[in-house]
């Protein structure tokens, strides 16, 4: 299957601080991403579309301001969480989806990043 | 409103038996389903998908069927092994849309 990367595996950082996680995908050129959020022991939950060379779509009450995302190139994916606080520490997914074509066209496999834990003091 | 539903938190399975695991939708426009594995601290992995115009997909050890007018699957792994052991979430989409929607996952154990 496709391999997708995110850079870094795990951050720490004070609150007020920013961090920015990078999603790579490595073997394909993706021009969506997704950016999830898992909390513990909860499903994943989709906080963003990132389209190349377009704005991100946001989901409900996701707010974008604080979390900036850039999608600058067809393999590439970034999510800034801006002045991050102790509730934004979070484990964070993004997936590239590969487009294939079954007998119906255009149903789509995401792969995902292995994820960043952000952990904000 | 959940769309995708995975109504058993957890299965504990003995090595060598078969381990099936069921997911339910609401959404009778989703046309492909997906299952996934994860593991603690790692992204989800895909593991086998299916299309809404079959009612069966079959990949080495994983066997997923799809009962749409139930608007059931299954995931069936069979003969389990410990490796499987892993929390399995279920995904479901519509052809041309962005987003998968995802159950709350299984968490599944296979027991040496």
């Known amino acids: 299957g496709a391999v997708v990367s995110q850079h870094p595996s795990r951050v720490i950082c004070k609150s007020g601080t920013s961090v920015k996680i990078e999603c790579r995908s490595l073997d394909f050129q993706a021009t969506t991403m997704f950016w999830y959020r898992q909390f513990p022991k909860k499903s994943l939950m989709l906080m963003a579309t990132s389209n190349e060379g377009s704005k991100a779509t946001y989901e409900q009450g996701v707010e974008k301001d604080k979390f900036l995302i850039n999608h600058a190139s067809l393999t590439l994916s970034t999510l800034t969480v801006t002045s991050a606080h102790p509730e934004d520490s979070s484990f964070y997914i993004c997936s590239a989806r590969e487009r294939w074509q079954g007998l119906i066209p255009y149903q789509e496999t995401q792969y995902f990043g292995p994820g960043t834990r952000l952990l904000v003091l | 409103d959940q769309q995708v539903k995975q109504n058993s938190p957890s299965l504990s399975v003995q090595e060598g038996r078969i381990s099936i695991l069921n997911c339910d939708y609401t959404?009778?426009?989703?046309?492909?389903f997906l299952w996934y594995k994860k593991y603690p601290a790692e992204g989800p992995t895909f593991l086998i998908s299916i299309s809404s115009i079959k009612d069966k997909n079959e990949d080495g050890r994983f066997t997923v069927f799809l009962n749409k007018s139930a608007k059931h699957l299954s995931l069936h792994i069979v003969p389990s092994q410990p490796g499987d052991s892993a929390v399995y979430f279920c995904?479901?989409?519509?052809?041309?849309?962005?987003?998968?929607?995802f159950g709350t996952g299984t968490r599944l154990t296979v027991i040496p």
């Open positions: 959404n009778s426009m989703f046309d492909y």
């Open positions: 995904a479901a989409g519509q052809t041309g849309a962005n987003n998968l929607f």
